[in-house]
């Protein structure tokens, strides 16, 4: 029996990040998800108590898992410019599938008319930090290999993830610039023996 309630659990929070992504946070209501799920309401009230403990619960389970396994699979790359260009792709493909990244992900729901919980601001702002450290350790290893200038990993780290967001902000308003522009303006300016200013 524990492995239908799991199966029946894991079904509930597919049927909430769909109608999230199609519909906004706002704009999804437990019934909402009941009905596509082909349940009662009362029955996914069995398994979250509130629609923002179910919030919470994919936070904590999809969205970081997303973000957790490409990191990982990166680490595969064989320089830290290809490691950080692999990530620039996984912000663009994390904005596709969740028509945001992570920071405006969580300004969506967290500026809603809705009280959001403290769990839910840590939970975003805890992979936002994943994220921010895992590019901190690619900048440090590439100024060890000496592929990358000698800068201050954190600063850089902080500059890189909002360049990022930026660039996704302005693809996402319709005004994008290049892919190969925008790394080529990151990398120019980190690369060994580059011009510094």
Same mark, same amino acid.
């Given at each position: ?46 398994? @979250? /108590?509130?629609? #923002? ?5 994919? %936070?904590? !389970?999809?969205?970081?898992? &997303? ?64 994220? @921010? /450290?895992?590019? #901190? ?5 590439? %100024?060890? !290999?000496?592929?990358?200038? &000698? ?47």
């Amino acid at each position: 029996m524990p492995d239908k309630k799991a199966a029946r659990r894991e079904s509930i929070l597919d049927t909430a990040l769909e109608l999230i992504l199609e519909n906004g946070y706002s704009n999804t209501r437990i019934i909402d998800i009941a009905d596509r799920a082909g349940i009662g309401k009362g029955t996914v009230y069995e398994y @979250f /108590e509130s629609k #923002q403990k179910l919030l919470l619960d994919l %936070i904590n !389970t999809r969205v970081r898992q &997303d973000y957790t396994s490409v990191c990982e699979a990166m680490e595969k790359a064989p320089t830290c410019r290809q490691k950080l260009t692999d990530y620039f792709r996984l912000e663009i493909e994390a904005t596709a599938k969740y028509k945001s990244n992570m920071a405006d992900f969580g300004n969506e729901f967290m500026n809603d008319k809705t009280e959001i919980s403290m769990e839910i601001v840590q939970a975003v702002h805890s992979i936002m930090e994943m994220q @921010f /450290e895992y590019l #901190q350790n690619v900048i440090r290893c590439g %100024i060890q !290999t000496g592929e990358f200038n &000698d800068v201050e990993p954190r600063a850089a780290a902080a500059c890189l993830m909002g360049s990022i967001s930026f660039f996704l902000h302005m693809a996402a308003i319709g005004t994008p610039c290049s892919e190969d522009s925008f790394l080529d303006c990151i990398f120019n300016g980190l690369l060994a023996g580059t011009r510094r200013l």
